[in-house]
């Protein structure tokens, strides 16, 4: 799951609650999440715990909204954000999780293994990005788009 492009930010966490329910041990919710949208509805973390739900979450940590940066330019400080510690989260929650930052491909793909092995349990996954970090695609997009700002 990830939320679309716009006027939808912090839906995908509440979103991945719904459908993790929904699937009654059918089946297991992905979930990709920019830190930013993740900060707005963060409390849900708390609740898929509490209900001991097995989503796998990553969070694309760019300390801050990356698409509004490439937007609205990188130097608008209104688009930084408290780069907070998500891997550690669950810890905080005193929860059986797996929980694990990530900063290279190699790493990502030494980790996702072990997200089967964990399959009884919430994983979250922090992915650690440069702050500058964007898709080529977005980047091309975002310059079709400021032609008519």
């Known amino acids: 799951m990830v939320s679309n492009i716009w006027a939808s930010i912090g839906y995908t966490l509440p979103a991945a609650l719904g ?13 990709v999440i920019g830190d930013g949208a993740f900060q707005m509805t963060a409390q849900e973390l708390s609740t898929l715990l509490r209900l001991k739900l097995n989503p796998v979450i990553f969070i ?11 937007f609205y330019g990188p130097k608008d400080t ?8 998500y891997s550690q989260l669950p810890e905080l929650f005193n ?5 694990v930052k990530v ?3 190699e790493a ?26 964007y898709s080529e695609p977005i980047s091309e997009f975002i310059a079709l788009l400021n032609q008519y700002k």
């Not at 694309?60 to 490439?70: L, M």
């Not at 929860?95 to 929980?99: P, T």
């Open 19 to 31: 459908v993790t329910l929904a699937l009654e041990n059918q089946g297991r919710a992905f979930v």
């Open 60 to 70: 694309v940590n760019n300390q801050g909204y990356a698409f509004e940066k490439i």
């Open 78 to 85: 209104f688009n930084d954000i408290q780069n907070w510690n």
């Open 95 to 99: 929860c059986d999780a797996y929980s």
């Open 103 to 105: 900063d290279s491909l």
């Open 108 to 133: 990502l793909e030494t980790v996702l293994p072990l997200l089967k092995v964990h399959q009884d349990k919430l994983c979250l996954v922090e992915l650690d990005m440069d702050k500058h970090d």
